[in-house]
């Protein structure tokens, strides 16, 4: 078996256009780094908010082996593909009431990878603890694999920096994901565990996160609440780590930011 494993994870797809950019990208990324796992967070991928069955099939079959998400993956048409979904997660520390998974274990190519999703509590929801579910969640994936990679979808940096020292050593990687802006901060923690703040996006790149400006700007100065759309069409971004780790001690090795202008 090989001793090294590499682990691609992208930044949160906004709209069609970051889905057409991920299309586009994917080939790409793969013959110039042969990721043994593509990961990719998706909770934006259907119009700016949520997903769709159609949707999520389409990215799966583009080569993802595992779309994760966070606060907008809960659009009641897509709760029941939600709960027999195999490679889409939700947040793990949702009440057990929730549909859908907060975790899975996948395998190829000799590897064996488990994926945990959280979300924060910080500036949102008030759930169920991330750092204890978490823990909980590694220890018991750690009897099967020690490959763990962890999306923790937050708003606050130490709330996302904390969590990556209470898991290291304990998990492969802690990764951050909503905030849709690539931090510069990645570094492998003394434990083995890779980290960085936020991945990034997948989407236009002159936006607001993603959405567009004029209806950012006009929610701004007005104060007055409206849902925001995704630009239509624009020169995109694809966001994305890269993470390589011992296969047999899941110690990470090194973690590489990665952009994409298309």
């Not at 975790?103 to 929801?125: C, P, Q």
Request: hydrophobic share 45%; aromatic share 6%.
């Amino acid at each position: 078996m090989p001793s090294k494993v590499r682990i691609l994870f992208i930044g949160d797809i906004v709209g069609s256009p970051g889905r057409a950019a991920l299309a586009d990208a994917l080939p790409i990324l793969k013959r110039e780094i042969s990721p043994h796992f593509i990961l990719a967070n998706g909770e934006n991928a259907a119009g700016g908010y949520g997903l769709t069955e159609k949707v999520a099939e389409d990215l799966l079959a583009l080569g993802i082996d595992v779309l994760t998400s966070g606060n907008h993956i809960w659009r009641r048409e897509f709760l029941g593909y939600l709960d027999r979904a195999e490679r889409v997660v939700r947040p793990a520390n949702y009440p057990e009431e929730a549909p859908g998974r907060g975790a899975v274990i996948i395998s190829k190519e000799d590897f064996t990878l488990g994926v945990i999703n959280l979300e924060g509590r910080v500036f949102m929801r008030s759930i169920e603890c991330p750092f204890r579910v978490g823990r909980r969640l590694a220890a018991e994936m750690y009897q099967k694999t020690p490959l763990i990679l962890v999306d923790f979808h937050a708003e606050a940096t130490s709330e996302k920096m904390a969590l990556s020292y209470y898991l290291d050593g304990r998990v492969t990687a802690v990764v951050g994901t909503h905030t849709h802006v690539q931090t510069a901060d990645e570094k492998i923690l003394p434990g083995g565990t890779a980290y960085i703040t936020d991945v990034g996006m997948t989407g236009v790149r002159d936006s607001v996160i993603g959405m567009r400006k004029d209806q950012a700007l006009e929610l701004f100065l007005s104060q007055v609440p409206r849902k925001l759309e995704v630009p239509k069409k624009g020169a995109s971004i694809l966001e994305a780590v890269l993470v390589e780790a011992d296969s047999q001690s899941g110690r990470a090795l090194s973690i590489v930011r990665l952009r994409k202008f298309l």
